[in-house]
């Protein structure tokens, strides 16, 4: 038996009880910071196999680490198991039918992330022991990557201090190494306060909080021609003063969210909005209060961890898919839009098919396609410690993401499979690592030398917490 082979074995003699993880929690959708039964089932399931377990990580009730292992290099595999409001949906069916009413569902495949990631790091425990090699596995459980930016909070309060490198994965419709392009993003609010009065009989008398707000969209608007081209802001209004066009609104409320390429630029747009907004309310009479409620940094790719984990890809090769899988692949195409499935092709720089349910390949490192990025907490992990991000195909391809589609396909065994495949993928990257110490030490290196270049600002204000949802009573 080959090296990698006995890995792998490991991984899936452990496969069908972490599937039935992942199934478990698909059925429990819980989104931010309120994933107290997930985080209790990854906790059993760590128990179950013989990690230590700390619970509480960084003071995040949802958060949860398991531990295994003496000495040696500490590897951290990440896994998330949150979900998104309102994609509930039916698993298996090809049509749009939610489970529970207005309910959560999971439609980012969360539940597949992190019982994959807890899978991985099981068969590295085994690894270790069996190999009598010295080093560590920790498995990190982070909550509220959907708009919580846990993993920013949790290296910011030193969580991940000590660990030499770090591996995480995402499902998705291909099979490659992630190439560490996400926005970084800060969510802000704006609350604008003025005085109230009536709008035809003392106008003069009332100073009016929307038009704070309306002028904060305007200064917003010129500036979006001098910010670097990759930058975004968007925002929502999330309270307008009222319905009453006769009174002067006294308080409004904007939501912006600022997203750059880089995390210096990020942080100097997000003090020119600042300033805009200081501006809306000098011009109106007004006082403003703004407030950062989530940051996350863009990803740090690390070439290192990226070749030893095409590497371990390239020996695992495709997802095996079989003729169950590909027809339900296709019934799910059949509801999406030409530009859904093409989208996948010109991400990666390929000729798009039409006659493709499911990626069953490997695509090469690098691939030169078109940039569609969003954000993820993932990215601060990889400021503190080298990391890399796996992605693996477990649905359609051309299924967009936080979608009922991703959702229906969570439980499948297409799902399953790419689950699995995940977390060989994984283990065999953290295998090589715990074996060539010349390889991590690389990876430290060129993480180093970016930090030089780069220095981290932590992109969440130093007052601000996460927005922690006590547990249940019930
Ligand atoms: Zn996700």
């Given at each position: 038996m080959r090296n990698e082979e006995a890995i792998w074995a490991m991984v899936e003699a452990h496969a069908p009880d972490l599937i039935g993880l992942s199934d478990r929690v698909w059925g429990m959708p819980e989104t931010l910071y309120d994933e107290y039964r997930s985080c209790a089932e990854h906790t059993a399931m760590l128990r179950e196999k013989g990690f230590r377990v700390s619970e509480g990580v960084a003071g995040i009730p949802t958060a949860v680490m398991g531990e295994a292992g003496e000495g040696g290099p500490l590897i951290a595999i990440l896994g998330e198991y949150d979900a998104l409001p309102g994609l509930s949906q039916v698993a298996g069916v090809d049509y749009p039918q939610e489970l529970e009413p207005g309910g959560n569902g999971h439609g980012c495949g969360h539940n597949l992330l992190g019982s994959a990631a807890l899978l991985a790091a099981t068969a590295l425990k085994d690894w270790l022991a069996a190999t009598g090699t010295p080093g560590r596995v920790r498995y990190y459980g982070c909550p509220a990557e959907e708009g919580g930016a846990a993993k920013t909070f949790m290296v910011r309060a030193g969580a991940f201090a000590g660990v030499d490198a770090a591996i995480t994965w995402h499902p998705d419709c291909m099979t490659r190494v992630d190439d560490a392009l996400s926005l970084a993003n800060t969510r802000m609010d704006f609350t604008f306060s003025g005085r109230a009065a009536h709008a035809a009989a003392s106008p003069h008398l009332g100073r009016s909080a929307l038009d704070a707000v309306e002028l904060t969209s305007v200064g917003v608007n010129y500036l979006r021609e001098h910010v670097p081209q990759d930058a975004r802001i968007h925002y929502a209004y999330l309270?307008?003063?009222?319905?009453?066009?006769n009174v002067v609104q006294a308080r409004a409320k904007v939501r912006y969210s600022i997203r750059a390429l880089r995390l210096a630029d990020m942080l100097a747009i997000v003090e020119r909005v600042k300033d805009v907004a200081r501006g809306a309310a000098l011009m109106t009479g007004t006082t403003v209060e703004m407030k950062v409620f989530s940051a996350v940094s863009n990803m740090l790719g690390n070439g290192v961890m990226e070749r030893v984990m095409q590497s371990a890809l390239d020996e695992l090769g495709g997802v095996a898919f079989d003729a169950i899988d590909r027809d339900y692949a296709a019934r799910i195409q059949a509801t999406l839009s030409e530009a859904d499935l093409t989208q996948p092709y010109h991400r990666v720089g390929m000729v798009p098919r039409?006659?493709?349910?499911?990626?069953d390949y490997v695509v090469g490192l690098y691939p030169q396609g078109e940039v569609m990025i969003g954000s993820t907490d993932v990215a601060d992990v990889s400021w503190a410690v080298p990391l890399v991000q796996v992605l693996a195909a477990t649905h359609a391809i051309g299924t967009p993401a936080h979608s009922w589609q991703i959702t229906a396909q969570g439980k499948a065994p297409a799902a399953h499979k790419g689950m699995a495949h995940a977390a060989k993928a994984m283990a065999r990257c953290a295998e090589k690592l715990f074996k060539d110490h010349g390889l991590l030490r690389q990876a430290q290196a060129e993480h180093a030398e970016r930090l030089a270049r780069e220095p981290y600002i932590c992109?969440?204000?130093?007052d601000v917490q996460p927005p922690l949802v006590p547990r249940a009573s019930n």
């Open positions: 309270e307008t003063g009222g319905t009453a066009p039409n006659d493709e349910p499911l990626c992109p969440i204000p130093d």
